[in-house]
Each structure stands twice: as C-alpha cells, then as structure tokens.
C-alpha cells in the first residue's frame, strides 16, 4: 500500500484541488495542473505525478464526479465536478488549514 | 478507503487502467497542444510535452494504488508467474512435490488420527458443557454413590457409561462385543437422538426392571446386517438374554471416547452388569452437562459437597469419596489429566509428532537445496529484474510464491495420501485390543487448518533462505554470471546437506535402539514355557454363572481337556503373564502390620497351575484342588516377593493379606515359586501373588500344556470346550500367541521408524546427490585446471568422494551426539541397550557413510571424465 510520508502536503493538493473546482465548473487534469501552476505563480509545483493519484482517491471518496467529455480542442478527456460531499470537505480542510496556519503564526510571533 | 472497496476494485482494475491510460494521454496532447502554440514544431513538442510530463506508466501505477489492493493483485500476480515459470520444469515439481507430499502426508495422517481421538468432542448439542468426573476416591463411581449423588447443584444432569463385553450368538455363532452400559438418560444428556427409531426412555431407567433392550451403533448395525432394512425391533441374542432393538445411531455419532467405538448400547442392568449394590470403588464412569452459566469450579464444589455427605454416611465402602473431585472436559489435551492417564502418555502422543516432524524437516531440507540451486541458475534472471527496478522484497515474494504453490500441490497430494492411509489404519489388529475403529479423513476444519499451516511453515522453511541467497545478487557479477561467486551458497548447501544427515541419523539411531530392544526381547526368559502352551479365553454368560458355578465350570473344563491325547496338564487363571491384563494392589505382612504393604502383582490360578506354565515350585506345594471355597486361604508368592518380605527368614507358613476394596482375609504362603516375568519382558522381577481360582475368581483362560507342538491341539482344545456350552465364547491361542502383544507392539513402534528412518537417509542421500553434482559441474573448470596440470582421474574422484564423506560425516557427528540426548525420554520403551549404544552408533554411521560413498559415485564419475581442453575452453 503506498505510504505518504507527508499528510499534510497531500492534504494542501486536496484542498488545492477541491478549492479550484468548487470555483470554476468542470475542469479536466491539465487544466486544474494549469490553474495550480497560475495562482501559486509556480511556487508550488505540483507533479502530475501526485496530481492523478489524487483525483483517483477523491473521486472514489466522492468528493468529485468525473464525466469523459470533449476539450475544445476536440480532444477526449476526464472531467472532474466537486460533489456537495466534496464542498462540505473543502469547509472542513479550509477550516484546519486556516487553524493551522493561525497557529503557526501566533507560535512564530510570541515563541 | 475501506480495505474492501480496494479489494473490489481489483476486479475493476482493467477499465480503471484504460480510463487512466487515456487520461494521461490527453493530458500529455494538451501539453503538447500548448508548446506548439508557444511555436514549436510538432516534434519539438512532443518531445518537450513529454519531459515535462515525466512517465505516464508510473503515474498510471501510483494512482491505481491510490485505489486497488495492490498487494492482493502483486501476489495474485506472483502466484501467477510462479504457476507459469513451474510448468516449464515439470520433473522438478515432480521430485519437490514427491519428497514434500510424503513428509506432509505422515504429518497430517497423525494429525488426522489425534483430532479424531482427542480433539474431536462427542457428537451432540453443546459439548462445551460436557464434562468428565473422577470422584475424590477413584476414577471411577460405583452405582449406589451415582444414585444418592441426585443432582448437585451447577448441573444439568449427570450419567453414567462403563465398557462391557457381550457374547452375540447368532444361530451356532458366538461372537464376542464391545459394548457400553449407560443409565437411561446417556443420550438425552449427550442431546443425541437416534437415527432410527429410539435411544432409552427413562422407564428403562431402573434396573430392577431388567429392561432388555439395546441401541446400535450405527457402522456396527451395517457390518452385522448387511442387507437389512430396519433393524429396529430385531431381537438380538445377547449374554443368553433376548435384546430388542429399540434404535441405531446416526452415521456421524461420535462417542467421545478416543479411537473406541461400542458396538452397541444397553441399559444398566444385572443383567449386563452383575451385581450393582456394591458402593465400593466402582466400575462407571461418570459424564455431566454443566447448568448454563455454571462454571467447573462451582460444579466441583457442589459436587464435592454432595460427596461428602455420602462419605460421612458410609464413612467405610466411601473413604476419600469427598475429596476434590476433578472435572475436566471431554476433549482437549485437558481431557487427558483424569487419574487414569498413563504417565507414559504424552511421550506416546509427542513422539510420533517428533519422529514425522523430522522427516519434514529432512523433506523440506531438500527441497530448499533444490530451490537454491534453482536460484543460482536463475541469477542472470534475478539480476535483469533487480537492474530494471524491481525491488529485492518483490523478488523474494516472486521466489517465496513459487515454494507456495510447490507446498500447496505437496499438501493436497500430503491430504491425499491421508485419505488413501487412513481407512488401511483399520486393519492393524493389536491383540487383545478391540480394532480401531479409525473415522475416515473428513473434511475437518482441525485438519484442514493444520494441513494449510503446514504447507505455509514448510514454504517459507523451504523458500526463505533460497530465496534471500537467490536475490543477494550484485548487478554486475550477476550479469556477468561469475561461477566463482558461489561460495557462501555452497557453504548454506552443505549445512543443509549436513543437517539433513544429522536428522537421518537421529531417526535411524532410534529406529535401531528400537531394533535392539526388540532383539534382547527376543532373547529373554519369560519364566515360563511359551512353547508347550495353549491358551483359551473363555467368556461366560455373566448372568448365568455364579461364583461356585464359574468354580465348577472350569474344573469340568480341566477334566475334559485332560481326557484329551497330547495333553500334559491342564490349569485355569484369572490373568496369564504379559498377557496384556495386570493387577496391582497391596500385600501387608501378619508381623508388620504397621508398615505400608508391599506393591505386589496379582493372579488367581488354579490347581496345577505351575506345572502347567513350566513354573518351578522352589518351596512348599502349589495350589490343590482342596484349596476352595470354605477351606483355609491360602497364598503362593514368588522369589522376589519372598526376599523382599522375608529378607532373612523362611516364608512358607506365614500369614499375609491383600489390601483391596474386598475385604480379603488373612492367608497362609503355602509355596514360593520362581520369578517370571509379569507386565513385561524388559522389567526387573517384581513381587508377585497368588491366590487360588477357587477361592477367588475372575475371568478365565484355560491354560494347556501340551506334548507336541502347541498349535496342533488348537483345534481340539476349542472343540472340547465349546461342547461343554453352547453360550460360551472360546478364543483359543498357542500361549506364544497369547503372550506376544509386548513383541507385537514393539514390532509395529520398529517397522514405523524403520520406515521413517529409511525414508528419511533416501530424501538425504538425494539431497547429497544433488550437491555434489551441482558442486562438480559448478567447479568443472577447476577440476579441468587440476587435470591439465597433472592431477590424475583417480585424485579427482577421491576428492568428490571425501567432500561427501566429510559432510556426512559432521552430520553424522551432530546427529548421533543429538540421538544420545534425545532418546533419553524414550528410555522407559527401550530395553537391554543403553541411548548411547555403540553398536547401534556404529551401525548408524557405517550406513551413513557408505550412503556417503554411494550418493558420490555418479559425480564423482562425472568429475574425472572431465576433458581438460573442453573445461577450459568453456570457461572463455
């Protein structure tokens, strides 16, 4: 079985994830890896690598749906939707990582 | 994800892939789309698309294994490939599975025949609440005491059961059964019901009644009435009585009483049982059901209360009746703690487990030896797979599956042969024991579960260590498939080879001590005349003859025979020496009553008993007809006895007693005879009684001596008793016959280790065979390198030859120093030689040698026609 050796890193391509398709609509692979690459400016690489396995996994907790559709290019492709499962996941992960992050920081200012 | 969800996706797995095949791909097309946008050629793009992406099939990998059990479908694989690459070689299968499957086949038949005796509960409704009683006094209960005992508190109910043999007569034949007498609530207590027609209803209950009827055992009914529809209301002639058959078993019912099965059932009554006023000792035993929810302890508690009452109310027939009872289960190694367990017992039970265990463990040795040079030949492979990114885990799985499916073909053709073995158990005839009554092999989930368990300890025995060896490959060297490298493998071969020579000798060095003993046996002096003998043991109807009539019986039987031609004398006993019956009790001297008595062996024989067995009368007389019932008791005793009561002093006229539940009266020692050998031929003389016949009683055997040879008197010996009654049962045997079960058994306990010991030295001799010949063709530029540098054919195969005597030998070393040690436990079974026996060393090292030598020949043949130019040149 395949080991992450960092919850917290798949758990922030999780919530990357889920945050971008509850803003846009239906997104295929390449285009959430784009959307990934745009708004963290390539700060955060994410490998297509992790970007898969990860879709696979969500997808089966269904947190997403995925329909075979065309690009419009014409090209056959996997898209994926956020499911109200899936929104109420987002809350949850945006809520740990913002308590996280507070906590962080409140450690950093007064440690 | 739940584990499950994984599992089923593994069924998915092909359209999953595809999916995740196209998915990738268009994501690769995209990429590929924007670089050319950006205006790169189409083939700039592609190549740069696919930079960047990285490889598809490994992302396709880890995101399958986000969501299938990958493991399940790695050893799915694995088992697979191993199915695939053993085909190719089928005659190795053929040898693994052959060597595996008989070491798994002799475990799993033991095992079969201890769940059947031990393991198995008795068939009914809850049988975890049943239990077996041994009372404060005894192991057993006498029929007064189960009686007043009702039903103390934490119980259920209680019954009683006792072992009786019944004379069957059908027409004009007599035949002799095993059956057991059981209180009429038996079965409703098991919470068995009969297969046809009824068990017994509680009218049937008192035995005042003399209820006659019986229940059948179900393979009983079908040997007997082959052709019979219903049995149920047949009369069955039993003991001289009419029986009704009121009901048969079901195919399935399992007593519960080890590998004994009665023929059929009936209530207590006199009629079966004699006399049941007796409240000493006692003769049944005693099975319970515990209440729900009571536990043994608060049973035994209330079951010692109870008994305690009895004690005190017949403080005389009951002393020690109170006392803790012990409640122990019907099945289990905890059913085995009653008092009546021999101390023998788990030596008898461990040491099959032991000897077959080994012999696995040879098997598995060889096995793991031709796996390991499998693995050498495999290296090339090995290092390919390990080069092109295969981990050493994954391989040693790959390896690991092969020795699986090799153990499971080996268990299934193991569990075969049990199948085949078992029904032929039936026909080991032990004397004087009632056959075996083997279940057949079913589809039992103990065996099962231990077969499975076996097959996975001897894969990974066989398989772990070949395959770490297999995989521990440096990817150059293994490529380059250096022969030089085989060092340490060698040096794992030869422990193995070594080990399985130590195994060999151990079992040999006792199958030989086992030999020795059977010899010296062979060689002893019982005491008495084996080969001028005839025994007839006759079983009377129990109700038909009291005590005086039994006495006048077997005179009349003494005058008939005697009027016989070719016939010296003739006496009766209750008992004839290694026999396989003895009694032990407690004799107490007139002058030294104070002292505990003297453990004493106990027969009752009749007049003209000593001449009749070729015993010598060294003191006093023997016993005379005059010596009955009415006239003073007396008493004769042998030399042992007289030297250990009498140290000093002259023996004859003084005054001794049996300590028994009888009270037995004071009696004269009117003879001393010479010693003869009593349970045992390996035993030191014991003490040893006798009473008169007439005085006493008991079962009888009719003792002949005759003038000619033994077994020509049979005949007429039978005849001559069985005219005297019709209801009589006579087995009539040469008293060589009749007192070989000790032969007999050591017999049987010499061939099964002979066989084991045989079987053991042939898988050795293979596996040595395979070494050496693996070692010679691995060395064969070496040896060519010797030739052609001088060395002669001769030098070539006396080296082949002492590498193979050098490791039998250390194997043997080890082994023999181990057999020393380990047969020392088995020293009660052994007589006349010592655990550290030279001969049988010296036996067990020759033949291991010579062994040696024999495995080598072919090789070391092979080695000297060795051409030097070839060898060389095939090396490059």
């Given amino acids: ?111 | 994800m739940s584990p499950l969800r994984r599992l089923w996706n593994v069924v998915r797995r092909s359209r999953m892939d595809d999916d995740l095949r196209q998915e990738l791909d268009t994501h690769v097309a995209l990429i590929e789309d924007e670089e050319r946008r950006q205006g790169l050629t189409a083939e700039q793009a592609r190549r740069n698309a696919r930079t960047r992406f990285g490889n598809p099939d490994a992302y396709r990998e880890r995101a399958l294994d986000a969501v299938i059990a990958t493991w399940f479908e790695h050893a799915w694989r694995d088992l697979r490939y191993a199915v695939r690459t053993l085909r190719k070689s089928p005659g190795h299968v053929a040898v693994v599975v052959l060597c595996l499957g008989l070491g798994i086949g002799v475990n799993t038949t033991i095992f079969g025949l201890f769940n059947a005796a031990l393991l198995t509960p008795p068939t009914g409704r809850d049988p975890d609440r049943l239990v077996q009683i041994e009372p404060g006094n005894s192991d057993q209960i006498s029929y007064p005491n189960y009686k007043d005992l009702g039903r103390p508190a934490g119980f259920e109910d209680l019954a009683l059961s006792g072992r009786v043999t019944l004379n069957l007569r059908s027409g004009d034949s007599l035949q002799s059964l095993t059956g057991l007498q059981v209180s009429a609530n038996y079965f409703e207590l098991l919470g068995v019901s009969a297969w046809r027609g009824r068990t017994f209803s509680a009218t049937e209950e008192s035995p005042e009644q003399r209820p006659r009827v019986v229940v059948l055992d179900f393979g009983f009914s079908r040997r007997q009435f082959p052709d019979a529809g219903d049995v149920v209301g047949r009369i069955l002639n039993l003991n001289g009585d009419a029986f009704t058959v009121v009901g048969v078993l079901s195919e399935d019912h399992r007593p519960g009483m080890g590998l004994f099965v009665p023929d059929l059932y009936v209530p207590i009554t006199p009629i079966v049982s004699g006399r049941l006023d007796d409240r000493r000792g006692g003769s049944f035993d005693l099975r319970a059901r515990l209440s729900l929810g009571a536990s043994r302890d608060q049973a035994a508690a209330a079951f010692q209360a109870a008994a305690q009452r009895l004690e005190v109310a017949y403080p005389v027939e009951n002393g020690g009746f109170g006392r803790p009872p012990l409640i122990l289960p019907m099945s289990g190694l905890g059913s085995l703690q009653g008092r009546g367990t021999p101390s023998e017992l788990p030596i008898v039970l461990a040491a099959p487990f032991v000897v077959f265990g080994l012999l696995l463990l040879i098997a598995c040795a060889n096995v793991a030896g031709v796996l390991l040079a499998r693995g050498a030949s495999r290296r090339p492979e090995i290092a390919i797979r390990l080069g092109i990114g295969a981990s050493r885990a994954n391989l040693i799985g790959m390896l690991l599956s092969e020795c699986f499916v090799l153990s499971i073909l080996a268990t299934a053709g193991g569990l075969l042969l049990t199948i085949m073995v078992t029904p032929l158990l039936n026909y080991i005839h032990l004397p004087n024991v009632a056959a075996l009554h083997v279940p057949p092999v079913e589809a039992n989930i103990n065996l099962l579960l231990y077969a499975v368990g076996v097959a996975m300890v001897t894969s990974l025995v066989c398989g772990l260590i070949p395959a770490v060896q297999a995989t521990r490959v440096s990817l150059t060297s293994g490529l380059r498939e250096a022969a030089v490298k085989g060092v340490s493998r060698r040096r794992l071969r030869n422990v193995l080879v070594g080990s399985q020579v130590a195994a060999s000798a151990l079992l040999l060095m006792t199958c030989l001590l086992f030999l020795r003993s059977l010899l010296y046996v062979a060689t002893v002096d019982p005491g008495f005349d084996v080969h001028h003998g005839v025994t007839a043991r006759v079983t009377l109807e129990q109700n038909r003859f009291t005590q005086p009539q039994q006495h006048l019986f077997a005179e009349q039987v003494v005058r008939r025979l005697e009027s016989l031609p070719g016939i010296a004398s003739v006496s009766f006993a209750s008992l004839i020496p290694l026999g396989g019956d003895s009694v032990g009790l407690r004799a107490q001297l007139r002058e030294r009553q104070d002292e505990r008595g003297i453990r004493v062996s106990v027969s009752n024989v009749g007049p003209r008993y000593f001449e009749t067995m070729g015993i010598v009368v060294r003191n006093g007389r023997e016993f005379r007809s005059s010596d009955r019932e009415g006239a003073p008791p007396v008493v004769i005793v042998n030399e042992t006895f007289a030297k250990q009561a009498f140290p000093q002093g002259v023996s004859v006229g003084r005054d001794m007693k049996l300590q028994s539940e009888h009270e037995d009266p004071w009696r004269e020692i009117v003879g001393v005879v010479a010693d003869n050998k009593y349970t045992s031929l390996s035993e030191a003389p014991q003490p040893q009684v006798f009473l008169p016949f007439l005085q006493t009683g008991g079962r009888l055997l009719v003792q002949v001596r005759t003038i000619g040879a033994p077994h020509l008197s049979l005949p007429a010996v039978k005849n001559a008793i069985a005219e005297l009654d019709k209801t009589l049962l006579v087995e009539v045997q040469t008293t060589a016959e009749a007192t070989s079960i000790e032969f007999t058994l050591r017999r049987y306990a010499t061939i099964l280790l002979g066989a084991m010991g045989a079987l053991g030295i042939l898988l050795a001799m293979i596996g040595l065979f395979g070494v050496l010949a693996w070692d010679v063709t691995r060395r064969t530029p070496e040896i060519g390198l010797r030739m052609a540098l001088g060395a002669s054919r001769r030098a070539v195969r006396t080296g082949v030859v002492r590498d193979a005597l050098v490791l039998v030998g250390a194997g043997t070393v080890v082994g023999l120093a181990a057999a020393v040690g380990a047969t020392l436990p088995l020293r009660g079974f052994l007589a006349g030689v010592s655990t550290a026996d030279p001969v049988a060393l010296g036996a067990v090292a020759g033949l291991l040698l010579s062994v040696a030598v024999l495995a080598s020949a072919l090789p070391a043949h092979r080695a000297s026609g060795i051409d030097p130019s070839v060898a060389l040149r095939g090396e490059g």
């Fill in chain 1, 1 to 111: 079985m395949p080991k992450h050796t960092n919850d917290r890193l798949q758990g922030t391509l999780d919530l990357l994830i889920l945050k971008i398709l509850a803003r846009s609509g239906a997104q295929h692979g390449y285009a959430i890896a784009q959307r990934i690459h745009n708004v963290t400016d390539d700060s955060l690489r994410i490998e297509e690598g992790s970007l898969y396995p990860a879709l696979q996994r969500m997808t089966h907790e269904k947190w997403l749906r995925a329909e075979w559709g065309l690009t419009d290019t014409g090209r056959k492709a996997r898209f994926y939707t956020i499911t109200p499962a899936g929104r109420r996941q987002l809350e949850e992960e945006e809520r740990r990582w913002l308590e996280l992050t507070e906590a962080v920081a409140r450690a950093l200012r007064f440690a």
